[in-house]
């Protein structure tokens, strides 16, 4: 059975950094594209970040480029999200999930070709 696990998550003060972690259980992340997703109070699942399994492609939200970087390391079986300089507005669930096509290429930030959710880690960005 399938199973994403995100770490990582917390307090922390504007201007801080945090470092997710999504651990893959059941499979390799290796050999698909992994999504991070985030979802506020109120508010829809929004796309933060992608990295591609097949050119190590990777991609932003346009709200957090410049300030996230994703990385893999497929011996960890393991995706990482390092998240600086964050804003209140960066306050959500952060989630990791699949995307299970294995398309070749550049990874989507579409929140429909993923699946396998993780159950979120909470971050708080608050002085």
């Known amino acids: 059975q399938v199973q994403l696990v995100e770490s990582g998550g917390g307090l922390v003060q504007p201007g801080g950094s945090l470092r997710l972690s999504c651990t893959a259980h059941?499979?390799?992340?290796?050999?698909?594209?992994i999504g991070w997703f985030r979802q506020a109070p109120g508010k829809e699942r929004e796309g933060v970040s992608c990295t591609s399994f097949s050119d190590n492609s990777v991609a932003y939200g346009w709200d957090v480029k410049g300030r996230f970087s994703i990385s893999r390391d497929n011996a960890k079986n393991t995706v990482y999200l390092q998240m600086n300089a964050l804003k209140p507005e960066d306050t959500a669930t952060y989630y990791c999930?699949?995307?299970?096509?294995?398309?070749?290429?550049?990874?989507?930030?579409?929140?429909?070709?993923?699946?396998?959710w993780g159950q979120g880690t909470q971050v708080t960005v608050s002085p």
């Open positions: 059941g499979t390799a992340v290796a050999a698909y594209d």
């Open positions: 999930a699949i995307d299970w096509s294995a398309r070749p290429g550049q990874c989507t930030l579409r929140e429909d070709r993923f699946a396998s």
